[in-house]
């Protein structure tokens, strides 16, 4: 399995923006497809968005589609999720995911190597 160790979490002001990363260590990050997810308390885990082993594909939530954008960088074993227009419904704890096999966005248990998350609070 990799490990992942996500940062960049923290307070900010609706309309604001957040860069979150994800670090990945362990085995060879190009293998796995990467996500990210979102939780609420008391609420399940939501998808938020995935990216291919190359980086060529993306996907996202409808929630955060042209607001959110996700990428790797395969030299640097990390991966980020640019998060502009925050809304306060954008408050969560945020987790980074690997897949090394199918996924689909409604199964985080496809997923299975998970950061410790950060959290991102947006205020109105």
């Known amino acids: 399995q990799v490990q992942l160790v996500e940062s960049g979490g923290g307070l900010v002001q609706a309309g604001g923006s957040l860069r979150l990363s994800c670090a990945a260590s362990g085995r060879t990050f190009s293998s796995y497809t990467m996500a990210w997810f979102r939780r609420v308390p008391g609420k399940e885990r939501d998808f938020v968005a995935a990216i291919d082993r190359s980086g060529t594909s993306t996907y996202y939530a409808d929630s955060v589609k042209g607001r959110f954008r996700i990428s790797r960088d395969i030299a640097k074993n990390t991966m980020y999720l640019q998060m502009s227009s925050l809304k306060p419904e954008d408050t969560a704890i945020y987790y980074c995911?690997?897949?090394?096999?199918?996924?689909?966005?409604?199964?985080?248990?496809?997923?299975?190597?998970w950061g410790q998350g950060t959290q991102v609070t947006v205020s109105s």
């Open positions: 995911a690997a897949a090394a096999g199918y996924w689909d966005p409604s199964r985080p248990s496809d997923f299975g190597s």
